[in-house]
Every structure is written in C-alpha cells, then in structure tokens.
C-alpha cells in the first residue's frame, strides 16, 4: 500500500519550454502533497507544501510564478516548471502524506529534468 | 528554520563491519523519521521515533532518539551490501507537516 507515482520519470528539453510533472497517490487519499528539489550528492530541499483545493504554500527563496502547483484531487498534484532554463536542471521529487503529520512520506521516483 | 545537522557525509565501510550515522539539532526535534536512499531511487521511509530515550530495531538496525530529543542515531550492525545508499534523518517540526532533512549520510559497503 500507500503508493506514489512521479511521471514522466525523465525530462529533456529546450530552454524556455514549459513542463509540467505529475505525482499521483494510487491507493489512498493524500490532502498534503510535498515537492522537493534536490541536487546531485545533496539532500532533499523542500520547495512547496500543496494542499488540495487550496493554494500552494513555498518555500523562501522559490519563485511560485516560476513553479506552478496544482492539488486539483485527493490524489494529484501538478508542479510546472515554466520557461524552464539549464539552471532548473535537477532531480525533482514529490511526497504525499497519508494522515497527520506523524504519519511517514511515500515519494514519488523522481522526475529528472535535464535543460539543454 | 531550524536546522538538522547529520554526520558523516560519507562512510565507506567493509562488508560485515558496523555502521552509524547521527543526527542533532540545537533546538528540540519534535518527531525524527528515517529514511533510506538507493542510488537513483527515491527516499523510502525507514522508522519513525517520538518519544524522549526511544529505542526501536528492525532487524540489523537500530534506531535511537535521545533523551533530550537532541539527537538522533542510526547504527547497522554487520553491513551488507544490501544496505548501500544515503541515509537521511528528517524532523517534522512542533505542529508542522513540513520534513527538514539531514544533509544524508552516504554507505558505501566493500564486498
């Protein structure tokens, strides 16, 4: 159980193309969503807690209208990156919480974004 | 924002010999929850530690979280080479639904 989905898992594009990753929970409800961006040999830095039918709430130093959430369902939230640029280059991850919050993260695989 | 402190950053060890990486923080962790990163993988969720002195195993590992909520271990006795990846400690904070993870710790393990 508790089951996460990130797709695509892989992403190359031109500079300044917009893309848009989706993370599903497959097999409960999750009204929390996290994204989190992480650098090679780095940890996980959060970037946005997504709350369904809410809006997102991001972290210092995250551009929203750079990084675009959507929680339209109790099991999908979308991050789209726009106009993305070589320095958006990285390993995006996204988390869905199952409960409150003394309740673990399932993650997602990962969607590595690679801008050419 | 708080500030979880995890060390070391590396560890290379022999097959069969112990491992453990620690967590602390200044400031009160409020519940510490580990988690285990394959080599291109995603974080997938070890335990998860609450109260003050606590002391939980699975299998080989064990987990331990300080009597003054400080800090925080993870010890692996008699590696494998199944046990290859970094290990994150992470706080959810006082009220809060938000991770703050440890920098990671990552085992390489020489068969």
């Known amino acids: 159980g508790a089951v996460v989905s990130q797709h695509p898992s892989r992403v190359i594009c031109k500079s300044g193309t917009s893309v848009k990753i989706e993370c599903r929970s497959l097999?409960?409800?999750?009204?929390?969503m996290f994204w989190y961006r992480q650098f090679p040999k780095q940890s996980l830095m959060l970037m946005a807690t997504?709350?369904?039918?809410?809006?997102?709430?991001?972290e210092q130093g995250v551009e929203k209208d750079k990084f675009l959430i959507n929680h339209a369902s109790l099991t999908l939230s979308t991050l789209t990156v726009t106009s993305a640029h070589p320095e958006d280059s990285s390993f995006y991850i996204c988390s869905a919480l199952q409960g409150d919050r003394n309740q673990p993260q399932h993650f997602g695989d990962g969607t590595r974004l690679s801008i050419l | 924002g708080q500030q979880v402190m995890q060390i070391p950053q590396y560890q290379h060890v022999q097959e069969g010999e112990d491992f453990t990486t620690y967590c602390n923080s200044s400031?009160?962790?409020?519940?510490i929850q580990w988690y285990k990163q394959r080599p291109g993988g995603h974080p997938v969720f070890l335990i998860q530690?609450?109260?003050?002195?606590e002391v939980k195993k699975q299998k080989r590992l064990t987990f331990q979280f300080g009597e003054a909520k400080k800090n925080s271990s993870l010890h692996i006795t008699a590696t494998q080479t199944t046990d290859v990846g970094t290990y994150f400690c992470a706080d959810t904070g006082a009220g809060s639904y938000q991770l703050t993870f440890g920098k990671g710790t990552k085992l390489s393990v020489i068969p």
């Open positions: 997504s709350n369904e039918g809410s809006k997102a709430t991001y």
């Open positions: 097999d409960f409800q999750a009204t929390t």
């Open positions: 400031t009160t962790l409020s519940n």
């Open positions: 530690l609450v109260k003050s002195g």
